[in-house]
């Protein structure tokens, strides 16, 4: 069974730092490209982020470029996201998402985490 | 990027109704669509792949269709599980990925 748990969420000063994880099992994690999409509560989604298979190719939304950074470690089958410099816009449940395929975006999410939430406020 | 745009936003509907849900993209996308449903405090599940494909386990009363710009989603008789949040995902190759807003489906 395909499990993704993500961790690392809470609540954070603008400005400040998190990392979040995302525990992958139940797959070979190293065939398949991995994201990160968020969620502002009761709003719609929106992709932050992705990794090619082996983390040849990444992207980012331009609305968190140049302050997050993905990375994955397929020996412990583990997706990270980096995020400095947070704003309170960042505020969201984010979710650390499977693709169907190696490459970037050429697959459709098939599977995903329950998500962690992330708080940015003063 | 590529705009996702679904209507309606909100649907109102009985148990047993045929629903219909629609997504335009703002450039075509082939068939490198994905539906998705989505229940309150829970992820999104995967319902359809490449515009009609049904993923493993989805009831066959969801049925997806469409190219280029314009596709659809249908459930063919809606029942008690069914009322949920659906949004549409494109998975074009040359850029990120970009939801619709959302379709509420609700109890009438």
């Known amino acids: 069974e395909v499990q993704l748990v993500e961790s690392g969420g809470g609540l954070v000063q603008p400005g400040r730092s998190l990392r979040l994880s995302c525990a992958a099992s139940g797959f070979t994690f190293a065939d398949f490209a991995m994201h990160w999409v968020r969620q502002v509560p009761g709003k719609g989604l929106e992709w932050v982020s992705g990794i090619t298979w082996n983390g040849g190719t990444i992207d980012y939304a331009d609305s968190v470029k140049g302050r997050f950074t993905i990375s994955r470690d397929n020996a412990k089958k583990s997706l990270s996201l980096q995020m400095n410099s947070l704003r309170p816009e960042d505020t969201a449940l984010y979710y650390c998402?499977?693709?169907?395929?190696?490459?970037?975006?050429?697959?459709?999410?098939?599977?995903w985490g329950q998500g962690t939430l992330v708080t940015v406020s003063s | 990027d590529i705009q996702m745009t679904q209507s309606p936003s909100t649907l109102s509907a009985s148990v047993g109704d045929r629903v219909t849900i629609t997504c335009r993209a703002s450039q075509s996308i082939r068939t490198w669509l994905a539906w998705f449903q989505q229940k309150p405090g829970k992820a999104p599940k995967l319902l359809i792949y490449k515009a009609s494909i049904l993923e493993s386990g989805v009831p066959s009363r969801f049925s997806g269709s469409g190219s280029a710009t314009e596709f659809t989603l249908i459930i063919s008789s809606l029942q008690p599980d069914d009322f949920a949040t659906y949004y549409c995902q494109q998975y074009n190759s040359y850029g990120p990925w970009t939801f619709g807003q959302g379709t509420r489906v609700e109890i009438k």
């Open positions: 998402a499977k693709a169907a395929m190696a490459t970037l975006f050429q697959g459709a999410p098939d599977y």
